[in-house]
């Protein structure tokens, strides 16, 4: 059984940083794109972020590009958002997800929730004003 399991998330002052983690059991991320995502309160998915598992490329949503930093640890299955510069409109749930095409991570298709498929439960991540 795949599971993705992220952490990291909580409350945190605009201005601050928070690193999520997700971790994969069940799946090894081999040629694949691993994807941020999250959701606001009456708000539409939106995908942030995505990193390619084999050679680490990655794309950025414009809302977080220069802010956030993906990352990844192979070794571990294991893939981190750092987020710095929060703002309150940064508040969601965030996702994780694979499953989609590793080269997809090098262009805004990593971005598209339904290339993925596999997702984790979420964490909330709020921003204070």
């Known amino acids: 059984e795949v599971q993705l399991v992220e952490s990291g998330g909580g409350l945190v002052q605009a201005g601050g940083s928070l690193r999520l983690s997700c971790t994969a059991s069940?799946?090894?991320?081999?040629?694949?794109?691993i994807g941020w995502f999250r959701q606001a309160p009456g708000k539409e998915r939106e995908g942030i972020s995505c990193?390619?598992?084999?050679?680490?490329?990655?794309y950025y949503a414009g809302s977080v590009k220069g802010r956030f930093t993906i990352s990844s640890d192979i070794a571990l299955n294991t893939v981190y958002l750092q987020m710095n510069s929060l703002k309150p409109e940064d508040t969601a749930v965030y996702y994780c997800?694979?499953?989609?095409?590793?080269?997809?991570?090098?262009?805004?298709?990593?971005?598209?929730?339904?290339?993925?498929?596999?997702w984790g439960q979420g964490t909330q991540v709020t921003v204070s004003s």
């Open positions: 990193i390619s598992s084999s050679d680490g490329g990655t």
């Open positions: 069940g799946f090894t991320f081999d040629d694949h794109a």
């Open positions: 997800a694979t499953g989609a095409k590793g080269a997809a991570a090098h262009t805004r298709v990593g971005l598209w929730a339904h290339e993925y498929d596999y």
